[in-house]
């Protein structure tokens, strides 16, 4: 220890005189954060001898304290004999108690800060925000005191001071929320930037007028349409006007950084204000839509206030393209639609930091502190797969959920943010009602985001002066709130008279901001003054290339065997060194056999590729899911790891200098956020293939609000082309209820209007051309595939190189397994999937000769003519039969008969389609091993004698 250093540190020191108590406090606040004690004693603590092994911080406390503890001693024997010892020791006393107050506001002020427009949010009493708490009283204010690390720019204040900066900076209209943050240069980022201007920065007249603008915006557009459409339902963003300067804001400073795109994501509260105030939809447009005119030639269409939208802004850093994202009414859905869109955009533009696009999404403070995806959607924020550099928050808090207001219904956190803790993003909460307030907080978030690519949140409190809707009463559930409501002036009134008062600007000049505004929505003009009229297209994607196709377009999926085995072979190569784990050579080693066709072709090679060929010929490729990297059911092996040091080699990535971007993410658990951020990904890039796999099938159930509402009928309603594929394990192996079926049923109930592709591959040469054809076609529709488990390794389920080379993807197989003369068929069994070769196999241990199986690999869009044809060239028919593993109220049965009745009633007319499979059951599969085995074989037999 060295003793010199610290005994003049202290010498020098105010405290001379010894304060353990304080010295303590200062090295517990250095362990945290280094730069939040005086320099000298940073430099004091950092020449602390450390201990092997451990970083400089880590000498243990108990050594620091025995120390310190000496020194005080000594030091205290020295002044005792001094007459003004005990005045200063009763001032360095209460120094640690006015640095422990500081602390306190940084921790808790926004408990105190006015923060609710309304005045009626219950604020529990913040009992060590009190000076009496720290044995600290008013006749200390006059007293001068260090401000420690306080970032008021001098050293020393009046006691009455530091409160004053103190309540101004985390007490008024701004409640920030920063101290969870770990990362120290964070915190103190933070601090700086608030403390620095008391968080009230002090804004030019010029800046204080666009405030107004903008705010004369919000509010005409909502009286306008109150006006001509009143009682419509438009979910009006009246009390949380502040939003519209909130994201001017956020967009001209994203683009002044650098940023080419903004993604934006937002449910239906004030969406029709953003549209035509920020992203400058033509009013008329939207005029149209409450007049209920169609907007797509074909499809459902969706309601106005679901409605996305694009358009080009000109900013400081140049054109920024902005997208609002569609939204269905499930609210928190369109957060980890957004990332996965803006993920896209990055990656086309090669931002991987993360610079050139952000996304912005705005929520309700109901839906952020009550669905679960919102946990997702920030659990993948740092992710490798799916980070994007820091997402944008803002909560839309009106304090009121539809109807449910009291706190203690509404959630159990403090506030409806508490979850975003979980990334450790600040928080801002702010009075919605205080527009340079709601200003200097958007710049704060933009600048975080800029600086540290993360999270960031605002939290816009302000209030719903309507109800849910324009139809609904809101004061029969809350009558005191509204009672507050009806009296408050709007948001930009009080601006106004603010401005007025200080004499910013004059009444009659408040007055013409409006009465612009308003003579623009009267002619119908963009109302934005940035927006590009003539927007450079480069800066998205064309999707033109891929609009107007059906899905019976043509496409080559064969590729030339030579290409194939040149292929395969980069494939073999591995780094010098590398010692791949005993099973996965194995499976190397086949595979190098199956390249030189000494072996056939199984699953895992023919899966891995097709994506070689696609990457070969110019596709990227996306591909998540929980252990995609070796596959649930280790088939795959994309990504191998070295035995010896834990290294990663991914053949995929090496086949040729500058090749596509070969992506594999084995992904957190989550299926919601995680499919809904593909589906934004799929969305946005058009020429990538991006799948989705699922641990077991029926995993995708816990998606299922992106199944119903985005891949099956994102198109119809919003006229957006996806082309995700999902892989989804399915088949009956007596594994049990849960991991048997990944509920085709579901899938084939949602297909409509060749919405979708469900395919049932069952050879290797299939899945092979299916996954290639889903990116060689023009076409992009959502293709669902139910992928196999034991037919992984099945001794029957072969393919031969040859087979990829030149084959294609058949929507129906007919007889190619055995040689069945068709003369000789009396019985066809049609069937899809897994139990073919059960079916396959009693028919070859039974010799049977008369009995065809077939498999429709395609259950929808359903192959009508191929099966036609197939089926044409059994003359002699007596029985048609179709079978399946699943239960009868489950499987293609219900939703696929009637094609095949269809088909049935041109080919042998006279015949009724029988059913064999298991009968309907509450539960997807039996639990009980034999009891599933017993179930089989008589599936299988039925199908045969039926
Ligand atoms: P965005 O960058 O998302 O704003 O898209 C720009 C334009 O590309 C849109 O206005 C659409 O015309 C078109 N577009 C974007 N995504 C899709 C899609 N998934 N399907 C069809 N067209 C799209």
Known sequence: MHESTMEQLWRTSHLAGGNFAYVEQLYETYLTDPNGIPQAWREYFDKLPKEEGLPSQDVPHSVIKEQFLKLSRRRAAAVEASPTSLVSTEHERKQVKVLQLINTYRFRGHQKAKLDPLNLMVREHVADMELEYHGLTKADLDTVFQTGSLC?????????????????????????????????????????????????????????????????????????????????????LEGGESLIPLLDELIQRAGSYGAKEIVIGMAHRGRLNVLVNTLGKNPKALFDEFEGKRLLDEGSGDVKYHQGFSSNVLTP?????????????????????????????????????????????????????????????????QTRGYGVGGTVHIIINNQVGFTTHRREDARSTEYCTDVAKMVQAPIFHVNGDDPEAVLFVTQVAMDYRNTFKKDVVIDLLCYRRRGHNEADEPSATQPLMYQCIKSLPTTRQIYAQRLINEGVITEEESARLENEYRDLLDKGDHVVKSLVKEPNKELFVDWSPYLGHQWTAKCKT??????????????????????????????????????QSAMPVNWGYAEVMAYATLLHEGHS??????????????????????????GLHIPLQHLAEGQPVFDIYDSYLSEEAVLAFEYGYATTNPKTLVIWEAQFGDFANGAQVVIDQFITSGEHKWGRLCGLTMLLPHGYEGQGPEHSSARLERYLQLCAEHNIQVCVPTTPAQVFHMLRRQVKRPLRKPLVAMSPKSLLRHKDAVSTVEELAEGHFYTVLGEIDDHIDPKQVRRVIMCSGKVYYDLLDKRRNENIQDVAIIRIEQLYPFPEDDLEEVLSAYKKLTNIVWCQEEPMNQGAWYCSQHHMRNVLAK???????????RPGSAAPAAGYGHVHAEEQAKLVNDAFTI
């Not at 980022?189 to 201007?197: A, K």
């Not at 997208?323 to 533009?349: K, M």
């Not at 596959?631 to 035995?643: D, E, I, K, M």
Request: proline content about 4%; some cysteine.
């Open 621 to 646: 490729i996306r591909l998540t899911g929980q252990d995609v990297g070796r596959g649930t059911f280790s088939h795959r092996h994309a990504v191998l790891h070295n035995q010896k040091d834990g």
């Open 317 to 381: 850093g140049g054109e920024v393209h902005l997208a609002l994202a569609f939204n269905p009414s499930h609210l928190e859905i369109v957060s980890p639609v957004v990332e996965g869109s803006v993920r896209a955009r990055q990656d086309r533009r090669d931002d991987t930091a993360g610079d050139a696009v952000v996304p912005v999404i705005m929520h309700g403070d109901a839906a952020f502190a009550g669905q679960g995806v919102v946990m997702e959607t920030f659990q993948m924020s």
């Open 558 to 595: 064969g590729i030339s065997l030579k290409t194939l085995q040149k292929l395969g072979r980069k494939m073999d190569v591995l780094p010098d060194g590398f010692v791949p784990q005993r099973q996965v050579s194995k499976i190397l080693e086949d595979r190098k056999k199956m390249t």
């Open 152 to 236: 008021f720019g001098v050293e020393t204040m009046t006691f009455g001071e530091i409160i004053r900066g103190l309540e101004f900076t985390y007490c008024d209209t701004v409640g920030a929320e920063y101290m969870h943050i770990v990362n120290t240069e964070e915190k103190r980022w933070v601090q700086q930037r608030l403390e620095s201007v008391r968080s009230h920065p002090v804004y030019e007249k010029e800046r204080r007028y666009h405030l107004l603008e903008r705010l004369s915006a919000a509010e005409g557009l909502e009286k306008y349409l109150s006006s001509r459409y009143p009682g419509t339902k438009r979910f009006g």
């Open 907 to 917: 080919t042998h007319p006279k015949l009724y389609l029988e059913y064999a499979g």
